[in-house]
Structure formats: structure tokens, C-alpha cells
């Protein structure tokens, strides 16, 4: 079996939702999924790309459709303090049989590689505490950013929020 990454293309917006739940069910949080095909296609395909995908695929033998088995959705953010890009890592996925193969490492070099392209300074990603994926991050060089905590708000607080900006 050989594996090829490739970017993803808009044709290929249904497998990578269905990746998408794959990795939300072995994270037991696939109820939390709301992203449709269209919202996709929108956001990754259309004149300005909000994230980028590269998916890993296995080919059996020549000649022989590619199978889908991980993908990576990342995009850009800034850091003022750094003056340069970084590259976010959103999603790393890679189908649980395929586990153990290179193929997430393969995910990661390659991002690596369009984060050095891209003149960023640093690659990023947030890991849940009871990730068993973090051994994998460590493994590669990743390091935890010191004592920096991640926040978010969503749902109506992020309604209320903006409604305050009037």
C-alpha cells in the first residue's frame, strides 16, 4: 500500500465531513458537529479560503482508486509579537486502523513544510487533556505553550457579546 497527500479539492467536501464525524466520535463528540457540505464548500472553496486541507490517502495497488484515510484542516493566524504568520492546525485525523503507520507524521511534515513555505514562525494546535494523541505531538517536537490557557465564546454568549458592541 502506498499513501499520497494531496490538497483537497471541492469535490472531496462529503468525505471530509465524513472524516470530520470520524474524528468528533472517537473524541465522543460527534453531537457537537454542525458543519454541512455547503458550509464547507463555502469556507474552504470558494474566492477567499478561510482553512486549507491536505488529505492522506492509501492506494492498494496501480491504477486502483486512492481511500480516503486522514486529512488535516489548518489555516493562518497572525502573531503581533512574532511579526509573522503562524499555521493553525485545526483537525489532525487518521483513521484508527491506519494508526501507527506514519501517515499522521506524514500529516505534520507536510504541514510543517507549508508552514516554513509560508513564513510563519511558528506551527500551532490545542490537544484536550486526555488526547492520547498529545504522546504523538511530544514525540515530533511539540512542546506545550507554557501557561497559556484557551478561551472561547460561543452560542448566545458570543450573540450577547456582539450585541454589546451597539
Known sequence: MT????????????TLLEMIHRLAAVQDA?????STPQDLLRDGF??????????AEAVNRPNATPAPIGFALYYFTYS????????YVEDLYVDPDQQGGGVGKRLMAALARAALD????RLELSVK??????????RLGLTRKGTWLPYAV??????????SAD
Open 3 to 14: 499513501i499520497q497527500l494531496r490538497p483537497a479539492v471541492a469535490g472531496d467536501v462529503d
Open 30 to 34: 460527534d453531537g457537537y458537529v454542525r
Open 46 to 55: 470558494g474566492a477567499t479560503p478561510r482553512f486549507h486541507v491536505l488529505l
Open 80 to 87: 503581533t509579537w512574532v511579526g509573522r504568520p503562524n499555521l
Open 118 to 121: 509560508a513564513g510563519c514562525g
Open 129 to 138: 487533556t486526555d488526547n492520547r494523541a498529545r504522546v504523538f505531538y511530544e
Open 154 to 163: 460561543e452560542g448566545e454568549g458570543l450573540q450577547s457579546l456582539g450585541r
